[in-house]
């Protein structure tokens, strides 16, 4: 699916193809949400070990 027109500029140009990479993206599993739901949650863990463990380190 293109969504711009000859003569747009290349910066909106470029916003509406990564637009449309989104989208295409979003679509791909069968239950959109899940890998992002999924993502957020490992990032949110992720970073909470990492405080963790510079609180630890500082510890010594």
Do not use: N
Not at 14 to 30: E, L, N, S, T, Y
Not at 46 to 59: A, F, I, N, T
């Amino acid at each position: 699916r293109v969504s711009w027109a000859p003569g747009m500029a290349p910066e909106v140009i470029a916003g509406v193809q990564a637009r449309d990479r989104r989208d295409a993206a979003k679509h791909i599993p069968q239950r959109p949400g899940l890998f992002a739901r999924t993502w957020s949650i490992a990032a949110g863990i992720g970073r909470q070990l990492v405080s963790c463990y510079r609180r630890w380190k500082g510890r010594w």
